[in-house]
């Protein structure tokens, strides 16, 4: 099956300094990837839609200018976390999709997460 | 609006028992309906998805699912249960309309008891 990764699996950083967050696809190309934030012993809510070589799609209530994604290349695409908070403390989980092949049907493979917490 | 339920907080199982993790949905036009094992500290794997044929869909590690339109149903289920199978589950659907979008269940915690 596709494999994602994400670097790094954990962070501890300090309030208002940035974090950045790396998703990639390593076995296959991935014009399309998500982000995604998960809460404790919560659902995955997802945060944005990262395309190649274009400006990500955020969903409504996140904030572009916090949360900066770039998909730079098929296999990479990357969030930073700017001007941490604690409240920014999460699990963040990126996913790609192999495009194009079934549409609204196409599965989305996940990387292990990212778990983030801000002093 | 398109919904996805899973009406179990937690499901106990002894290992050896058949087990079901349940689901139903509320998706307009044709159901495309996955299912995701998430084991503690990492991401989502992909289990098995039903797009349309069969309504039995087989997936990974000897997981399958019944789909079920009369009911609105697209339970998991597992015929042997193995303590290696406790994890939190996933029940998900594609948002119409929205080709990237994916609606999850709140999850299902599973627990196998040996």
């Known amino acids: 099956g596709a494999v994602v990764s994400q670097h790094p699996s954990w962070v501890i950083c300090k309030s208002g300094t940035s974090v950045k967050i790396e998703c990639r696809s390593l076995?296959?190309?991935?014009?399309?990837m998500f982000w995604y934030r998960q809460f404790p012993k919560q659902s995955l809510m997802l945060m944005a839609t990262?395309?190649?070589?274009?400006?990500?799609?955020?969903e409504q209530g996140v904030e572009k200018d916090k949360f900066l994604i770039n998909h730079a290349s098929l296999t990479l695409s990357t969030l930073t976390v700017t001007s941490a908070h604690p409240e920014d403390s999460s699990f963040y989980i990126c996913s790609a999709r192999i495009f194009g092949r079934e549409g609204r049907t196409d599965t989305q493979y996940f990387g292990p997460g990212t778990r983030l917490t801000v002093l | 609006a398109q919904s996805v339920a899973q009406p179990e907080d937690q499901v106990n199982v002894a290992e050896g028992n058949p087990l079901t993790v349940k689901c139903t949905y509320s998706v307009s036009g044709n159901p495309y309906l996955f299912w995701y094992v998430q084991y503690p500290n990492r991401g989502l794997q992909f289990l098995l998805k039903y797009i349309t044929g069969d309504n039995l869909v087989k997936g990974s590690y000897g997981f399958e699912a019944e789909f079920n339109k009369s009911q609105t149903s697209f339970h998991l289920k597992k015929p042997s249960a193995l303590v290696s199978d406790s994890a939190l589950y996933f029940c998900?659907?594609?948002?119409?309309?929205?080709?990237?979008?994916?609606?999850f269940g709140k999850g299902t915690r599973l627990h196998i008891l040996p």
């Open positions: 998900a659907a594609p948002v119409m309309n929205r080709d990237d979008k994916i609606i």
């Open positions: 076995d296959f190309q991935a014009t399309t």
């Open positions: 990262s395309n190649e070589g274009s400006k990500a799609t955020y």
